[in-house]
């Protein structure tokens, strides 16, 4: 009798789903420990919108422009995800010391005015994001390597739920990031959430090594079964790893159904990502929320708290319901109505702010919780680190376009005056509107992609368990 796999039991890969999404969690925590810092930066460092911009669309240089990501998925699936994703939480610790380094001990623009060295940027904002960029592809990188850990250990049971979970566990450092930065930076200085961060991305590279230990177990078992469906599940079995070639990166760019997922990746996250990075700002300038104030901060990280509530639910209710393509559409619909509702000049009070952000982390819930269990069913999983490393590469080219436009448009066509502070005020209209367009484009993908389906019978439409 064959030994029972320790995937199969629920417990030990329920560990597994928690260690790997710590990993991610902490990751978040850095990622988004700037974002309610805009004003800040601007009114004590002397940034603009346009260095913010600049900064946040950094995350993309090395993934983007240098193919790291696409690298890093074939190393994935030629080396596995024990050598992948410890040297992608090593990168997210280098990055994050760097970004450390950058605003807590090189000079602002305040302090140092004339030292402009790279497309008319302060040299402590370039520097910060070269910390960003490193940081960024390590990041990425693991998060490639936790979606074939969770397709891998999670096969033929609650994958969907699994994925749902590790997004809602994401959005606690979000949140966290989200309303516990500004105090922090503001009780100490503007540098302790990144020190914060730094420490906690070391405490989750030793998390990562003892999943190491767990899942080289699973794969010992994996060997020694004689089921060929069950080897099919090993990441790093010789079927897996030395089957895979250059000629399935071709079979995946010349996929009509890889294309739809990987757009509408593109287009969703292009207008909830980078509108999270301008939220607080948003709050600020249109709702009338104080800077002092730490409700400023607790309205925008609404959308990460419904989205740690919902995420799992919606993610169960796909496991046990199906209608995937239903619910990409459903939720795209509610964020148009959203961005709409943001842009529209009506109703500028603080109750309707929270009303509208609650209701974002319903679509922010919904479709994530959906869409990355998808993957799995149109990719082999030979060729699912590849695929999924493509669709993040194609996902950071919104992530970073789409911060540079709206930090030039709010500094050339959005500035209303002069805060208290001495930062910029803005309308934040125009913006509002872009995102509102980007959402109306992911509407139209998700019916493709429903189409998609029932011309190839990929089972997205069908319940996972």
Same mark, same amino acid.
């Given at each position: %009798?064959?030994?029972?796999?320790?995937?199969?039991?629920?417990?030990?890969?329920?560990?597994?789903?928690?260690?790997?999404?710590?990993? %991610?969690?902490?990751?978040?925590?850095?990622?988004?420990?700037?974002?309610?810092?805009? @004003?800040?930066?601007?009114?004590?460092?002397?940034?603009? $919108?346009?260095?913010?911009?600049?900064?946040?669309?950094?995350?993309? /240089?090395?993934?983007?422009?240098?193919?790291?990501?696409?690298?890093?998925?074939?190393?994935?699936?030629?080396?596995?995800?024990?050598? @992948?994703?410890?040297?992608?939480?090593?990168? !997210?610790?280098?990055?994050?010391?760097?970004?450390? +380094?950058?605003?807590?001990?090189?000079?602002?623009?305040?302090?140092?005015?004339?030292?402009?060295?790279?497309?008319?940027?302060?040299?402590? &904002?370039?520097? $910060?994001?070269?910390?960003?960029?490193?940081?960024?592809?390590?990041?990425?990188?693991?998060?490639?390597?936790?979606?074939?850990? +969770?397709?891998?250990?999670?096969?033929?049971?609650?994958?969907?739920?699994?994925?749902?979970?590790?997004?809602?566990?994401?959005? &606690?450092?979000?949140?966290?990031? %989200?309303?516990?930065?500004? %105090?922090?930076?503001?009780? /100490?200085?503007?540098?302790?959430?990144?020190?914060?961060?730094?420490?906690?991305?070391?405490?989750?590279?030793?998390?990562?090594?003892?999943?190491?230990?767990?899942?080289?177990?699973?794969?010992?078992?994996?060997?020694?079964?004689?089921?060929?469906?069950?080897?099919?599940?090993?990441?790093?079995? #010789?079927?897996?790893?030395?089957?895979?070639?250059?000629?399935?990166? #071709?079979?995946?760019?010349?996929?009509?159904?890889? /294309?739809?997922?990987?757009?509408?990746?593109?287009?969703?996250?292009?207008?909830?990502?980078?509108?999270? #990075?301008?939220?607080?700002?948003? !709050?600020?300038?249109?709702?009338?929320?104080?800077?002092?104030? $730490?409700?400023?901060?607790?309205?925008?990280?609404?959308?990460?708290?419904?989205? *740690?509530?919902?995420?799992?639910?919606?993610?169960?209710?796909?496991?046990?319901?199906?209608?995937?393509?239903?619910?990409?559409?459903?939720?795209?619909?509610?964020?148009?109505?959203?961005?709409?509702?943001?842009?529209?000049?009506?109703?500028?009070?603080?109750?309707?702010?929270?009303?509208?952000?609650?209701? *974002?982390?319903?679509?922010?819930? !919904?479709?994530?919780?959906?869409?990355?269990?998808?993957?799995?069913? &149109?990719?082999?999983?030979?060729? *699912?680190? @590849?695929?999924?490393?493509?669709?993040?590469?194609?996902?950071?080219?919104?992530?970073?376009?789409?911060?540079?436009?709206?930090?030039?448009?709010?500094?050339? /066509?959005?500035?209303?005056?002069?805060?208290?502070?001495?930062?910029?005020?803005?309308?934040?209209?125009?913006? !509002?509107?872009?995102?509102?367009?980007?959402?109306?484009?992911?509407?139209?993908?998700?019916?493709?992609?429903?189409?998609?389906?029932?011309?190839?019978?990929?089972?997205?439409?069908?319940?996972?368990?």
């Amino acid at each position: %009798m064959a030994e029972r796999l320790i995937s199969d039991n629920r417990g030990s890969r329920w560990a597994v789903l928690l260690i790997v999404s710590l990993t %991610m969690l902490f990751g978040y925590f850095l990622n988004d420990a700037m974002a309610p810092l805009m @004003t800040a930066l601007q009114s004590q460092y002397g940034w603009t $919108a346009g260095d913010y911009g600049f900064f946040n669309s950094s995350y993309s /240089w090395l993934n983007v422009f240098c193919l790291m990501l696409i690298f890093g998925g074939i190393i994935l699936d030629k080396m596995g995800p024990r050598f @992948t994703g410890t040297i992608a939480c090593a990168l !997210m610790v280098i990055g994050a010391f760097i970004k450390y +380094i950058a605003v807590q001990y090189v000079p602002s623009p305040v302090a140092d005015p004339g030292h402009l060295v790279f497309l008319g940027h302060h040299h402590q &904002v370039v520097i $910060a994001c070269i910390g960003f960029a490193v940081f960024a592809m390590g990041y990425e990188m693991c998060g490639i390597t936790v979606s074939k850990v +969770i397709a891998k250990w999670f096969t033929g049971h609650e994958m969907a739920l699994a994925m749902g979970t590790q997004v809602a566990l994401c959005r &606690v450092g979000s949140f966290a990031a %989200m309303f516990f930065s500004p %105090m922090i930076a503001k009780r /100490w200085q503007m540098s302790s959430p990144l020190l914060l961060s730094c420490v906690l991305l070391c405490v989750a590279l030793l998390a990562y090594l003892v999943f190491n230990v767990m899942d080289k177990k699973l794969d010992r078992q994996l060997a020694a079964s004689d089921n060929p469906i069950v080897n099919s599940k090993s990441s790093n079995s #010789k079927s897996d790893d030395d089957g895979f070639k250059l000629s399935d990166l #071709k079979a995946i760019l010349t996929s009509r159904s890889f /294309w739809l997922i990987a757009l509408f990746c593109l287009i969703f996250y292009s207008s909830v990502k980078p509108f999270n #990075k301008f939220s607080t700002s948003l !709050m600020l300038n249109k709702y009338g929320f104080s800077d002092d104030s $730490a409700f400023v901060n607790f309205v925008p990280s609404l959308l990460h708290l419904c989205s *740690l509530c919902l995420t799992p639910l919606f993610g169960w209710l796909y496991d046990k319901k199906g209608h995937g393509t239903r619910f990409l559409i459903i939720g795209c619909a509610i964020l148009i109505a959203d961005m709409l509702l943001f842009a529209l000049p009506v109703l500028p009070t603080q109750g309707f702010a929270i009303v509208l952000m609650v209701v *974002l982390g319903v679509a922010y819930s !919904m479709v994530p919780a959906v869409f990355w269990p998808i993957i799995p069913k &149109v990719i082999p999983h030979r060729r *699912l680190g @590849t695929g999924y490393s493509v669709i993040f590469w194609i996902q950071n080219i919104g992530l970073s376009y789409v911060p540079l436009l709206i930090g030039i448009v709010l500094d050339r /066509w959005c500035i209303t005056g002069t805060s208290p502070s001495g930062a910029p005020t803005y309308n934040y209209t125009l913006p !509002m509107c872009i995102f509102a367009c980007l959402a109306l484009a992911s509407v139209f993908i998700a019916t493709l992609i429903r189409k998609d389906d029932r011309k190839n019978h990929y089972g997205i439409e069908e319940p996972n368990i």
